[in-house]
Nanobody, 119 residues
Framework: QVQLVESGGGLVQAGGSLRLSCAAS????????MGWYRQAPGKQRELIAI???????NYADSVKGRFTISRDNAKNTVYLQTNSLKPEDTGVYYC?????????????WGQGTQVTVSS
């Protein structure tokens, strides 16, 4: 079983930056895609960035050019560098990690970290 621990959220002014981290623990399987989701107040959770085990990244249009996802496979940790933050970036950020082996894949979710951007 995988456990995820997130950190790095907080309150920041518009134009500021935050770096979110998500550390995964567990053994007996490999970590596959890692991603970050955001849930804004009153809205559904949405995928904003994803990185494959090989390092390929993809971003939602709303964060492209401002956010950067990266991972450290030695530490089983995924990061989200958020720059030029806007009030509409406010929400709870969740990391998601897919793990398993060639025969199965499962999902693990972080506990969520609040990001609040003031105007």
């Amino acid at each position: 079983q995988v456990q995820l621990v997130e950190s790095g959220g907080g309150l920041v002014q518009a134009g500021g930056s935050l770096r979110l981290s998500c550390a995964a623990s567990g053994s007996g399987f490999s970590f596959k895609d890692m991603g970050w989701y955001r849930q804004a107040p009153g809205k559904q959770r949405e995928l904003i960035a994803i990185i494959t085990s090989g390092g390929t990244t993809n971003y939602a249009d709303s964060v492209k050019g401002r956010f950067t996802i990266s991972r450290d496979n030695a530490k089983n940790t995924v990061y989200l560098q958020t720059n030029s933050l806007k009030p509409e970036d406010t929400g709870v950020y969740y990391c998601n990690v897919k793990y398993g082996n060639p025969w199965y894949s499962r999902d693990a979710w972080g506990q969520g970290t609040q990001v609040t951007v003031s105007s």
